[in-house]
């Protein structure tokens, strides 16, 4: 009875990438020691000194003590020879190939990194912004506006006259919030981002022109009033930092990925960063409601321009998508934004 083992594949030698097609001739699966045959001649003996692991189909590689590589797809050659010597690689395919125990091991894995995206990143964003120096504040701030104008943002169409009223206005929130970061205020028009408004780490603030062509006076205002307390409350700072732990675990999972993917991650981390968290959202309408009380102003305006926001963006087909909160949301659904507003004013003394 035959027993040699024989493995068919390409050898390497020693201190060469050139591969000639061979075959490991080895007298019988307990031994390390064999012969590798190519080209109707035979090698020097050769010893075996390491067998890579099983993954799936790939090739494996056969490491020999001399500095040369044997390379063979023959997976069932090599896990009869490990098999036989007690090695630790056949025991790494047979986890592998235990396919329930893959399947939890990957659903414990996608709700590790959910948990951490929607509880882990935030926690240590808003500790983060806590300790940002404002200048670094600036710098960001800088950076997310550059990127916003590079992709979404073309000059304003507005005129100038309506672009001072909204100002005036603005400088008077600003004052009634108390706050000392560097208020900005920019008009742009938004193109495919429509009527929108966004906050920016250190005080810039830009609304579309969409926006203003949307709502009243007083309902952009009203607008203005909620950018205000996202700046107050530092939430765009810690969306930033939210947008960084997403790129981070991006990178850890998919390893690098490149120029154009860091291209595209930069600015959807931008975009994450925009979309404040239900809870930012909440706090910010609160204040936004408060503020726009204290200049003399119409709290119940921050109502109605959402509705009028929603009713744009998401048209008859998505309403009731936009109304109710998914437990993975970012913005609560209109109708818990609507509830929680009407709370917010009916607490106003």
């Not at 102003?297 to 963006?313: F, M, R, S």
Request: with cysteine; hydrophobic share 50%; glycine share 8%.
């Amino acid at each position: 009875m035959d027993e040699r083992v024989i493995i068919e594949g390409n050898w390497l030698a020693r201190g060469t990438s050139l591969a000639h097609s061979a075959r490991l001739v080895l007298a019988h699966a307990n031994v390390t020691a064999g012969i590798v045959e190519f080209d109707d001649a035979a090698s020097e003996p050769v010893e075996i000194e390491a067998v890579s692991d099983r993954i799936g189909t790939v090739d494996r590689r056969i490491e020999m003590t001399d500095g040369s590589v044997f390379v063979t797809s023959d997976n069932a050659a090599i896990d009869r020879l490990t098999a036989a010597r007690g090695s630790l690689f056949s025991r790494v395919f047979s986890l592998e190939t235990v396919r329930p125990r893959l399947f939890v091991f990957a659903f414990a894995a996608v709700v590790m990194v959910a948990g951490l995206l929607r509880y882990g990143v935030p926690v240590l964003a808003q500790v983060a912004a806590w300790a940002t120096p404002i200048e670094v504040a600036q710098v960001m701030d800088a950076s997310a506006r550059n990127t916003l104008e590079s992709l979404f943002f073309s000059p304003s169409k507005l005129e100038e006259q309506t672009k001072g009223a909204f100002q005036a206005d603005f400088e008077r929130l600003v004052e009634a919030s108390g706050d000392e970061a560097n208020y900005t205020l920019l008009f742009r028009d938004g193109g495919r981002l429509g009527p929108n408004a966004l906050a920016l780490p250190a005080g810039t603030i830009v609304v579309t022109d969409q926006l203003v062509r949307l709502g009243t006076h007083e309902e952009v205002v009203a607008v203005l009033a909620h950018e205000v307390a996202h700046v107050m409350h530092d939430h765009s700072l810690q969306q930033l930092y939210r947008a960084f732990g997403f790129a981070a675990l991006v990178t850890l999972i998919a390893g690098d990925i490149g120029a154009a993917g860091e291209e595209i991650l930069g600015g959807g981390g931008v975009l994450v960063a925009m979309a404040a968290s239900r809870e930012m959202e909440e706090e910010a309408d609160a204040e936004g409601v408060r503020l726009v009380q204290t200049i003399g102003g119409n709290p119940t305006a921050l109502v109605t321009v959402l509705d009028k926001i929603y009713d744009a963006v998401c048209g008859d087909v998505a309403r009731d998508v936009c109304e109710e909160t998914s437990w993975w949301s970012t913005h609560p659904g209109a109708k818990e934004r609507r509830e929680a507003l009407r709370a917010a004013i009916d607490a106003l003394p």
